[in-house]
């Protein structure tokens, strides 16, 4: 959905091998079935190249008190919808790593933000999900939604993985889509918004 996030890895498809050199080359990723059953590890740039591995992810939104949700714009050196705005940081956990403690770690490499200034990290929703990303790769995901409202919104953003950053109002951006396309967001976010307030 990312080291990473849940959605970075990827090579151009159809050129499986050529980027054996790019740092997700080195990185393995947990295949699962579509009920997210685990089904063994694969290399992350062979799962996000061609037509794709389906795999783990998990997708965080980030919200202050005052119920606004932090968009996080992915670095330009992203492989993958590079640039594009997320809802707030996207990844995947590693072999015997929970969806929770895989979002705890990536929030403060990401974003510098440390458990003690939050207190409900909690798994909401759950979906499958593939898209492409043309001419560089795939994203084919069964992604775990968690959410965390921060009590300090101090940040301290990593660069090589955080383009900008914006504040929101989730429910302005969750009504009126349309209002927000300039802003380009990544499909998985686009996704687990339209499925939330079912």
């Given at each position: 959905?990312?080291?990473e996030?849940?959605?970075d890895?990827g090579?151009?498809?159809?050129?499986?091998?050529?980027?054996?050199?790019?740092e997700?080359?080195?990185?393995?990723?947990?295949?699962v079935?579509?009920?997210d059953?685990?089904?063994?590890?694969?290399?992350?740039?062979?799962?996000?190249?061609?037509?794709?591995?389906?795999?783990?992810?998990?997708?965080?939104?980030?919200?202050?008190?005052?119920?606004?949700?932090?968009?996080?714009?992915?670095?330009?050196?992203?492989?993958?919808?590079?640039?594009?705005?997320?809802?707030?940081?996207?990844?995947?956990?590693?072999?015997?790593?929970?969806?929770?403690?895989?979002?705890?770690?990536?929030?403060?490499?990401?974003?510098?933000?440390?458990?003690?200034?939050?207190?409900?990290?909690?798994?909401?929703?759950?979906?499958?999900?593939?898209?492409?990303?043309?001419?560089?790769?795939?994203?084919?995901?069964?992604?775990?939604?968690?959410?965390?409202?921060?009590?300090?919104?101090?940040?301290?953003?990593?660069?090589?993985?955080?383009?900008?950053?914006?504040?929101?109002?989730?429910?302005?951006?969750?009504?009126?889509?349309?209002l927000?396309r300039?802003?380009?967001?990544?499909?998985?976010?686009?996704?687990a918004?339209?499925?939330?307030?079912?």
């Amino acid at each position: 959905m990312s080291s990473e996030d849940a959605a970075d890895a990827g090579g151009s498809a159809g050129q499986v091998g050529t980027d054996t050199d790019h740092e997700n080359a080195l990185q393995d990723v947990i295949a699962v079935d579509p009920e997210d059953a685990e089904r063994g590890t694969v290399n992350r740039l062979d799962a996000h190249t061609g037509d794709g591995i389906r795999h783990r992810a998990f997708t965080c939104l980030v919200y202050d008190t005052d119920g606004r949700i932090l968009l996080a714009q992915r670095a330009p050196t992203k492989r993958l919808w590079d640039g594009h705005w997320d809802g707030t940081v996207a990844s995947h956990p590693v072999e015997g790593q929970s969806q929770e403690d895989a979002t705890e770690q990536r929030l403060e490499e990401e974003l510098g933000i440390s458990p003690d200034q939050y207190g409900d990290l909690r798994v909401t929703d759950k979906f499958e999900y593939k898209r492409y990303y043309p001419n560089e790769g795939v994203e084919w995901e069964v992604c775990s939604v968690l959410k965390v409202t921060l009590d300090d919104t101090s940040l301290d953003p990593d660069e090589e993985e955080i383009g900008g950053m914006l504040w929101a109002d989730y429910e302005h951006l969750h009504e009126n889509p349309a209002l927000y396309r300039q802003l380009r967001l990544c499909p998985w976010f686009e996704i687990a918004m339209r499925r939330d307030f079912a």
